[in-house]
């Protein structure tokens, strides 16, 4: 049994190596400026007594392709906030959507014996083994959004409230609808990659929130977090009825596709809500000419705050606002409503999609 | 639309495999006298009736989802619904036209949805769009070309075997788009572009006339030019078509620029339905495509092919996800289906193939 797993671990770090060598040809080929380590440091955040320099952090830092708007800001904050610093280094891995790479990206900054690491797996449960390592071998792990499979698998998680987001959407969606006085309202759900534990969550948030109202969540389809099949989903999907009040989709980036597929149906008898916070949304709600007229944050910048986090655990320092001597080993960020009354201020948050 | 009988051609090359050398003459003649047997074969046999039956036979798949859908959703008998299924239909539905060609002659296109992907970023970056909408269109056409001119030329005079050579282009036209994109969804800002999709000249979307119109194009190309004769020929069998006097290498090459154009124009389609031009954009698109082809009745073997066939089989596709949606069904059960009907569609094809000889 024992021979097995090892065998299966060298095969691993062998694939690993694989991809870590192609990933390397890649972007040698397209130059990208992304990813850079940065060690030039500039002012520190802020001015209190965590501010200060310490001990030089080194700080793994490793997430999915940042082929979306989100994680493209996930990985950008990370990497700003970092730069901060001039007692952060930051070794920032190749991204990959390969959950195997992924483990062998983790395995390599093991063996540089970096002091955090930061990580956005692709997926908790598949990545827990490898965190589980990190641990034992003395890193602290910082567990980004996609929570692992178990406690022991980081010393920190940070991430954002996926039923609180389905609560934040489906309460403005009731809150108005009970102001418009309308009974048996239709409201349909744009939802993003339905096996994610994710979009299970942000579902069920929505669906009870509605229900304190009375409501219940009527035409429901799952897009792929893409522009082009949030436009194919709600073009079908607007065709099963004829006349709808609310609509919530949890993706802003697929939500392009969404706005698309509303125009070309000349639909505008419904209001929409959307969902993570993009800064074109944020645009379309400030404009109010079309149906989007709220959007429930899920902020890419844990990512920032993950940094300073990590740096703090390395310097065994605590959080000045709170008593404790120690960074928490869980915070849960909260999912704002945006609305045109209080846009402007969350307008610098919002990513470019 | 036939394989060649087996005791005509002697020679066994993989289809790809375009000989230079000369056979002896008595060869020749034997293999000429082959293929005109084969092409008489062809539009008069009994072949003919089948791929007939088998476009039939589609039309009947077709059919009964129109009943399924008619009575498992009371808006699926709309005119906004019909015309949405083939406002969906129609991105696919161009690029397995340029797909129809490229199999028939023996090949395969593994990089249209990437390549889609490509012309739409190119073609919305912030310095093309400033040069207007025409210029935009242009750019796609160009890029979409671009990819299917080097396509070729690896195939045909760089002897890489379709399969390699599509799926190196996909690999880095994928990361061409990313590089270019930055992996961002890029807005147009160009209304004009953005009309495309929501104009319905004579109350039909204009997208769906697009479709149309290739449709038709693609139609007349295949089947009353010696463009299409020659695609058949090639792809049935490449030594004859050879020996016939056609130049079998260019004619290879063209046919992925071809397909190519056929890309650009379903990435000006694409990045005015979805309002950007992203490197996510059509995922997986080639393998719709390919499948649609393929239960249309045409062979991956090459040689044999319709693209009413094709056009049928996209809307099939587009149909059966439209229904589901309608049912408030969720995806996974739709790609279910979706593997079903391929595999009926490619066992129906063996049956009307063995049958008649």
Known sequence: ?353 | MSEPPPNAVSIEKPPNALATEKPPVAEQARVEAAAERASVHRRTGVLARISEFRNVGLLGVLVVLGIIGGITAGTFWTRSNILTILQQASVVGVLSVGMTFVIIGGGIDLSVGKAMALASVWCTTISTQSYGPVVMVLCALAVGMAVGLVNGVLIAYGRVVPFIATLAMLASAQGLAEWISNKQSQLVTQGAINDLATTEPLGIPLLVWMFAVVAVLGWILLNRTTFGRRTFAVGGNIEAARLAGINVRRHTALLYVLSGLCVGIAAIMITSLTTTGSSTHGDLYELDAIAAVIIGGTALTGGRGTVVGSVVGVVIFTTISNIFILNNLQTETQNIAKGVIIVIAVLLQRRGRESPV
């Open chain 1, 1 to 353: 049994m024992e021979i097995f797993q090892k065998a299966v671990g060298r095969r691993q770090m062998l694939l690993g190596a694989a991809g870590l060598g192609a990933g390397g040809v890649l972007t040698a080929c397209t130059g990208n400026a992304k990813a850079k380590d940065s060690t030039t440091p500039t002012a520190a955040a802020a001015s209190n007594a965590n501010s200060s320099t310490g001990k030089t952090v080194t700080i793994g830092f490793s997430a999915p392709a940042a082929d979306h708007g989100w994680t493209g800001a996930i990985a950008k904050n990370a990497t700003a906030e970092a730069k901060k610093f001039s007692d952060v280094k930051l070794e920032a891995v190749q991204p990959t959507n390969d959950v195997t790479a992924q483990i062998a990206a983790i395995e390599t900054l093991i063996n540089k014996k970096v002091d955090v690491i930061v990580m956005l797996p692709n997926d908790g449960k598949q990545l827990t083994a490898v965190a589980k390592k990190a641990m034992a071998a003395g890193i602290q792990v910082i567990n980004l959004d996609r929570v692992f499979d178990t406690p022991l698998a980081y010393r920190t998680w940070i991430g954002g409230d996926n039923y609180g987001m389905g609560v934040s959407a489906g309460s403005y969606i009731g809150d108005q609808l009970k102001s418009k006085g309308v009974s048996n309202p239709v409201i349909a759900e744009i939802a993003g990659i339905d096996s994610l534990p994710l979009t299970q969550q942000r579902s069920q948030g929505f669906k009870d929130a509605l229900a304190r109202y009375g409501f219940k969540v009527g035409p429901r389809q799952a897009a792929q977090f893409t522009v082009q099949s949030g436009q194919q989903v709600t073009a079908n999907l607007l065709q099963s009825a004829s006349r709808i009040d609310a609509m919530w989709n949890h993706d802003d980036d697929q939500g392009i596709g969404v706005l698309a597929a509303i125009k070309q149906a000349h639909r505008t008898e419904f209001f929409m809500v959307g969902g993570a916070g993009s800064a074109n949304a944020m645009r379309e709600i400030k404009s109010g000419s079309s149906v989007l007229k709220a959007t429930v944050t899920y902020p890419p910048t844990m990512a920032s705050s993950a940094i300073q986090l990590a740096r703090l655990i390395g310097q065994t320092k605590g959080m000045t606002d709170l008593s404790q001597t120690e960074v928490p080993s869980s915070i849960t960020l909260y999912s704002a409503t945006v609305t045109k009354d209080n846009v402007d201020k969350f307008l610098p948050q919002g990513f470019e999609s």
